[in-house]
């Protein structure tokens, strides 16, 4: 094992204090409700070097990391200290990189459509793995092409709920970047409504259903929309710096 590496002293701060109030706030969110089910803080750690992931998991307690390339997981992955750590895939995937992930990641929250779950629960067989899976659910208020849609969410979940490799545990939105809290909230109560709609479709196996929506521009809402996760990223890193040449 190589030493372990720490971020500069003031880089720990600011951690210890954007993760303090990301906290915070999902709290006071709840609270705003009268909600009581635990809100999970995942964080989404795209472009954010393995020091810094590792002090929040060793130091802040964070238990949950989102990752959404496959090659920056694969890269990162030997660096983690993954112990008691649940890390997710979150970002698009395709199927002939699907392989490279299923032994790496806990959850994929990302399936939306039959073809992408058919080759998860495929290579999950060759490793005998279950793998827990949300859909990702575009309500088509924005551009963004990824996530199945609402017409199309009922047979994608017939379609899992087949497969014998996947645990399908609920729901995933991104959703746009909005101006108004208000868009926000009438995506996520939407989006919740739906989550409703199809939850005795989630609930045939024993765990609760996850409903995973809200990012840093957007958490709060989203929280007070009954959002069960939430996928933070800049509110606690800061601004994302990508390398030059997009790979
Ligand atoms: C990057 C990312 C996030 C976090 O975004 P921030 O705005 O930085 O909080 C959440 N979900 C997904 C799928 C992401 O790719």
């Known amino acids: ?15 210890r204090e954007n993760v303090a109030a990301v906290r915070e706030r999902i709290r ?26 590792n002090f929040v998991i060793r130091e802040c307690g964070i238990r949950h990391i989102g990752e959404n390339r496959v090659q920056e997981l694969t890269a990162k992955y030997g660096a983690l200290e993954k112990d008691g750590v649940s890390i997710h895939f979150i970002g698009t995937l395709q199927k002939n990189k699907v392989r490279q992930i299923v032994d790496k990641v806990d959850m994929i929250e990302s399936v939306d459509s039959v073809p992408l779950a058919r080759e998860i629960d495929r290579q999950c067989a060759k490793i005998g793995k279950v793998m827990d899976v949300l859909i990702e659910v575009n309500i088509g208020e924005e551009e963004q092409k990824s996530g199945v849609s609402p017409e199309g969410l009922g047979d994608l979940i017939g379609a899992v709920n087949a497969m014998p490799n996947l645990n399908l545990r609920g729901l995933m939105t991104i959703g746009p970047v909005c101006a108004e809290n208000e868009e926000y ?38 929280v007070g929309c009954r959002s069960d996760l939430v996928r933070v990223g800049s509110a606690v890193f800061g601004k994302r710096h990508y390398p030059e040449k997009n790979n």
């Open 1 to 15: 094992m190589t030493e372990k590496q720490y971020p500069d002293v003031g880089r720990q701060k600011e951690l």
């Open 28 to 53: 006071a969110a709840a609270e705003a409700i009268g909600r009581e089910e635990e809100v999970t803080l995942l964080l989404a750690t795209k472009t954010v070097p393995p020091e810094d992931i």
């Open 185 to 222: 909230r009438k995506i996520f109560s939407k989006t919740y409504q739906i989550f409703l709609d199809i939850s005795g479709e989630l609930l045939h196996n024993s765990n609760r259903s996850i409903l995973s929506m809200g990012m840093s521009d957007s958490y709060e809402i989203a």
